[in-house]
């Protein structure tokens, strides 16, 4: 099985700055894509920013400028810089890669238990 671990969320003041971090572990063949997505209280989940293996990205419109999203082959980790912080942006952030197990079998989702980051002052 494979396991993602976040860890870089909490409390920050409007305009601040986060980095969140996502370790991805187990029997692991190759991941391709990972990206970050986050859920507000109320909301529906959404995409934040992707990463390919190739190192595409896309963001969503209301961070363009702001997140940067960036991963290590080597470690199976991506990394989310989140500056410019807006009350908005308030919201649990949930890794996700896809992943391939063994060289036969197909590419599986795996999320992540989810970071709160919190933008109050």
């Known amino acids: 099985q494979v396991q993602l671990v976040e860890s870089g969320g909490g409390l920050v003041q409007p305009g601040g700055s986060r980095r969140l971090s996502c370790a991805a572990s187990g029997s692991i063949f190759r991941i391709y894509a990972m990206g970050w997505y986050r859920q507000a209280p109320g909301k529906q989940r959404e995409l934040v920013a992707a990463?390919?293996?190739?190192?595409?990205?896309n963001y969503a419109d209301s961070v363009k400028g702001r997140f940067t999203i960036s991963r290590d082959n080597a470690k199976n980790t991506v990394y989310l810089q989140i500056n410019s912080l807006k009350p908005e942006d308030t919201a649990v952030y949930y890794c996700n890669a896809r992943v391939k197990l063994t060289i036969a079998t197909p590419v599986y989702d795996y999320w992540g238990q989810g970071t709160q980051v919190t933008v109050s002052s």
């Open positions: 990463i390919t293996s190739g190192d595409s990205t």
